[in-house]
Nanobody
Framework: QVQLEESGGGLVQAGGSLTLSCGAS????????MGWFRQTPGNEREFVAA????????YYGESVKGRFTISRDNAEVAVALQMNSLKPEDTAVYYC??????????????????WGQGTRVTVSS
């Protein structure tokens, strides 16, 4: 069965950096798009960043633009999210997602058909 697995979450002080990783197992076909979302209790899942596999084109949510960088591993189905200048408001569970249906980079949550279980990021002030 195809799965996405995130890693790299943890506790970091404000202003610090953290790198999240996500890899796909059980599938060798590249997705059209892979992305990251985050969610805090009581709130909807928020788009963070996405990368289009064929072009490498990236797209970021306004709250992370200039601080976070998404990248892909061309050797395998994996993405990383480099997070710099972290703020307490970045605290959330971060989810990796893949789109195997539509070759269009988008922040729309419904476009992603495969999700990981999430990894928690806590930024202390």
């Amino acid at each position: 069965q195809v799965q996405l697995e995130e890693s790299g979450g943890g506790l970091v002080q404000a202003g610090g950096s953290l790198t999240l990783s996500c890899g796909a197992s059980g599938r060798t076909l590249n997705p059209y798009v892979m992305g990251w979302f985050r969610q805090t209790p009581g709130n909807e899942r928020e788009f963070v960043a996405a990368i289009q596999w064929s072009t490498g084109r990236t797209y970021y949510g306004e709250s992370v633009k200039g601080r976070f960088t998404i990248s892909r591993d061309n050797a395998e189905v994996a993405v990383a999210l480099q997070m710099n200048s972290l703020k307490p408001e970045d605290t959330a569970v971060y989810y990796c997602a893949a789109d195997y249906i539509l070759d269009m980079i988008t922040p729309a949550i419904e476009a992603y058909d495969l999700w990981g279980q999430g990894t928690r990021v806590t930024v202390s002030s």
